[in-house]
């Protein structure tokens, strides 16, 4: 299983950016999907999870703010991120897990995002 992940870039605080995480391997649909984020000098911080059926998981710095969808006919998750603030600033990752990868994780390399005020 191989993950990309796209869509980072500069943005200014309130503005909005849509990553993308598009998988490679076959039974996409059956694991969860997850986004987490790192920024210098701190630890991986969970972003947020959407499950197989479609249930969502936020981390409470981003709740109300992030939106995860996925769509199984592209074997893409999608996180829809509003009201940026400089504190979002880090490299995001994607991670998948579930069935379809026998409950091992993989990870994607990740994309920049930098908020500025």
């Known amino acids: 299983v191989q993950l990309q992940a796209s869509g980072g870039g500069l943005a200014q605080a309130g503005g909005s950016l849509r990553l993308s995480c598009v998988s490679s391997?076959?039974?996409?649909?059956?694991?969860?999907m997850g986004w987490y984020r790192q920024a210098p000098g701190k630890q991986r911080e969970l972003v947020g999870t959407i499950a197989s059926d479609g249930t969502t998981n936020y981390g409470d710095s981003v709740k109300g703010r992030f939106t995860i969808s996925r769509d199984n006919a592209k074997n893409t998750a999608y996180l829809q991120m509003n009201s940026l603030k400089p504190e979002d600033t880090g490299v995001y990752l994607c991670n998948t897990v579930g069935i379809a990868t026998s409950w091992k994780f993989y990870w994607g390399q990740g994309t920049q995002v930098t908020v500025s005020s």
């Open positions: 391997g076959s039974g996409f649909s059956k694991n969860s």
